[in-house]
């Protein structure tokens, strides 16, 4: 054998700004990415695996992916937000990184949990067409119950590694109060799946967007929902990225490395025990109400809120 890295591994799931890679996707860039892929280097000692898009009804034993070097060509095909967390990882404890991507572009969370875990949703999720195991199609796959979990995250599931990331939402943002409750059942799923014990599950609140009109509240309540999971997932954190600036009409923000180094704070500090780490925005507390006046505390601002002079 050789080439045998020993160090951290971390497996990063999600939709398509989970998987979107460092080159960007047609029209749509990652910010900084030419600089990223240049700098890549054999000798630093970080490693990619890119998990091949395969659906299945029932549970399989292998996949297609390779782990790759830290060289431009292969950074330039992984994805940013996974990478930007490893090199910053990498970067601060000195370690070796590798990097497991399990993403499917569109991919409700539905596809990734697996049947037990859905039972207690068979109501609202069709658990029934697993059963047909005549026809092997599987239509509207990107929603289908089990059928990302069965045939892209089963064979991973002698793995070991020390955390998870998650970048998923978009597509569940229409029911916000449905998906605070899948969001618990299935980081719960994944931890007795994978026997690593209580690993940290560090996951995003999905960017400004318009997904239905800046009218709507939609996208509000799923937000809402991914932050009140914070208290019910034990070991985990999440990346806000509200303040930062997407685009109306493109729901893959290009701001990539703000993502990936906020989670990176959240593995440091809570998982790697760095201090000094700044690893969380503030975050609603409670809220309190004297005559006419709101009185709302917030955790992780202990200087309080300021506007910056800004409206």
């Known amino acids: 054998m050789k080439d045998i890295l020993i160090g951290e591994v971390w497996y990063c799931s999600g939709q398509s700004n989970m998987e979107m890679p460092m080159k960007g996707f047609g029209g749509q860039p990652v910010e900084n990415s030419k600089k990223i892929i240049e700098e890549a280097r054999e000798e630093i000692p970080i490693r990619m695996f890119t998990v091949a898009h395969h659906i299945s009804k029932l549970p399989v034993d292998t996949l297609n992916g390779e782990w790759m070097l830290n060289t431009s060509d292969a950074v330039m095909n992984t994805s940013a937000t996974a990478y930007f967390f490893a090199r910053k990882i990498q970067a601060e404890l000195n370690i070796p990184v590798g990097i497991i991507i399990c993403a499917w572009s569109g991919s409700g969370i539905q596809p990734w949990m697996s049947r037990e875990a859905l039972l207690p949703f068979r109501d609202i999720v069709n658990l029934k067409y697993l059963d047909d195991l005549k026809n092997q199609q599987i239509r509207g796959e990107r929603e289908a119950a089990c059928c990302m979990r069965y045939g892209m995250v089963n064979p991973l599931l002698n793995c070991k590694f020390r955390g998870m990331l998650w970048y998923q939402g978009e597509t569940n943002h229409k029911d916000g109060r449905m998906y605070a409750r899948m969001l618990p059942a299935f980081v719960k799923d994944m931890r007795q799946s994978f026997d690593c014990g209580e690993f940290p599950f560090l996951y995003v609140q999905i960017a400004p967007h318009n997904y239905d009109g800046a009218e709507l509240q939609l996208s509000a309540e799923l937000r809402e929902a991914q932050m009140k999971s914070m208290k019910e997932i034990p070991n985990s954190g999440m ?26 704070a959240w593995a440091l500090a809570k998982t790697y025990n760095k201090e000094g780490i700044a690893f969380s925005g503030p975050i609603y507390r409670s809220v309190s109400f004297i005559g006419k006046m709101a009185v709302v505390d917030f955790d992780y601002a202990e200087d309080g809120l300021k506007s910056n002079n800004k409206k």
């Open 239 to 264: 990346a806000v990225l509200m303040d930062i600036p997407g685009h109306p009409a493109c729901i893959h923000p290009a701001k990539k490395c703000e993502v990936g180094e906020r989670l990176a």
